[in-house]
């Protein structure tokens, strides 16, 4: 062991213990029935271990247990749930025998991730945010996740003399999926006092089609993920693509003239709110293989706008977004027209999902989240997918169902899970105000760099092949 990784691993080890110890001084438990049956449920859970793909640890379902700890009883007793956790993991049916370095790092690991937790936790408690768990378990699954596989790359870095980015992501890759599912279902389990409603648990299925999205891609990468050397060139346009995407950009830019003359910001705060994180959302984007276009994080705003604010803003938003979108470091700087393009068919699939779901369809829909959600998120992805599909066709002469299929089968997983998120923002908005509801935003930006790490070693794998 270098000097280098004995520094490290004693020094996590000492913060884990500094952080321990005071709290064990300090020993509460409420309801000390309740927690000793959720010690027993923990430890069993601890024995059922999985080995994710190309990972040599492994991962057990302690650390569900270890979630609703953070969200449902004191410092003091999930600290212990996540030492029994570590111990029960590392020493039971082990390949090899751990040393008790390994072991106590592993606790100390999980002690500092749980402690961090808890401050984020107390920090919204004293704002008044502990009744909106949705968004506060987001964001608590996003700073232990987070914590957790830093702590454990550091000293895999150190140990194999890796750079830290590349053990991160050889992490990440596989172990990011297997906790989104997991705060997913602690978020639907019924143990406070307000009952989950049945329809609530679709939301598992997002997060489900995206590991089933990921394992096919490990198994076969998709043929269209081959690059062909092609991609950024502008080509020549034949005279049906000049028509359709003046039309296109002509359309746009009236939707832009009249969100000028009819705006309609009911709180300039919120828009300008909306409008500052969706440019900070549209710089976090994916290509897709054998496509000139991206797809980004922005998405997940522009359905939240379209569900609570103004045509008008939604307008502005959409075509802000699209323009840093297109800007953003761009593979190869886009021509005047693409960049216009970009900008109207957002603004065009914002503005026609709005008008169904909150003008034509408004009274049947009510103030129900999930059909409007579930509208929106269709029209809007169908309508930008489509019109992107076909001047593409119309450019490159392919048929209009193989773009569409390549588009499909790149996209719909990242618009299914960014749909749910924009929902968990949707409804913390309604109870909590608009500012609270831009606490889930830091775990879809794990999201997308999930969905971009696997997408990049597909493209990998398929041009290797």
Not at 191 to 199: G, I, V
Not at 283 to 300: A, D, E, G, Q, Y
């Amino acid at each position: 062991m270098s000097t280098k990784l004995k520094a490290y691993v004693s020094g996590v080890i000492g913060a884990g213990a500094i952080v321990l110890v005071p709290a064990l001084l300090h020993w509460t438990s409420p309801h000390p029935r309740r927690f000793l049956l959720y010690l027993a449920l923990a430890m069993l859970a601890s024995m059922l271990k999985i080995r994710l793909p190309g990972i040599a640890g492994t991962y057990s379902v302690s650390f569900i247990f270890i979630l609703i700890g953070i969200v449902h009883f004191t410092l003091p007793e999930t600290l212990v749930i996540g030492c029994a956790a570590a111990l029960v993991q590392t020493t039971l049916n082990a390949k090899q025998r751990p040393t008790i370095v390994q072991v106590l790092f592993n606790m100390a690991n999980l002690i500092l991730s749980i402690g961090l937790c808890f401050l984020v936790v107390h920090g919204l408690s004293g704002r008044g945010l502990a009744e909106h768990q949705p968004a506060v378990l987001a964001l608590v699954a996003c700073v232990f996740f987070v914590t957790n596989t830093v702590l454990v790359s550091g000293v895999l870095s150190l140990l194999q003399g890796r750079p830290l980015k590349e053990v991160c992501q050889h992490w990440y890759l596989w172990s990011f999926p297997y906790y989104l599912m997991g705060a997913a279902v602690v978020g639907l389990l019924p143990l406070s006092d307000r009952p989950t409603e049945p329809a609530s648990w679709l939301i598992l299925l997002p997060p489900l089609y995206l590991i089933h999205f990921y394992y096919g891609l490990l198994v076969q990468p998709h043929p269209e993920g081959r690059p062909d050397g092609t991609e950024g060139q502008p080509p020549t346009l034949p005279l049906p693509a000049k028509l359709y995407i003046s039309a296109v950009i002509t359309v746009g830019l009236m939707l832009v003239a009249w969100a000028a003359t009819h705006w309609g910001a009911q709180v300039t705060a919120r828009f300008i709110g909306y409008l500052l994180v969706t440019l900070l959302a549209s710089m976090c984007k994916v290509r897709l293989p054998r496509m000139t276009s991206t797809i980004s994080l922005n998405f997940v705003l522009i359905l939240a706008a379209i569900a609570q604010l103004h045509l008008s803003e939604v307008i502005v938003i959409s075509g802000a977004a699209a323009v840093m979108q297109c800007l953003w470091k761009p593979q190869r700087p886009p021509a005047p027209v693409q960049a216009f393009f970009s900008l109207a068919t957002l603004i065009v699939s914002a503005t026609l999902s709005f008008v169904v779901c909150r003008l034509a369809l408004a009274p049947a829909l009510g103030d129900s989240l999930s059909p409007l959600l579930v509208l929106a998120t269709g029209i809007l992805y169908v309508s930008n997918v489509v019109m992107v599909a076909a001047v593409l066709c119309l450019v490159e002469g392919k048929p209009l169902y193989r773009i569409w299929q390549n588009c499909c089968f790149w996209s719909f997983p990242y618009y299914l899970v960014g749909a749910a998120f924009a929902g968990l923002m949707i409804t913390t908005s309604r109870l909590a105000g608009w500012q609270t509801s831009f606490l889930v935003l830091p775990l879809m930006a794990l999201v997308y760099v999930s969905y971009r790490l696997h997408i990049t070693k597909a493209v990998l794998c398929s041009s290797m092949s």
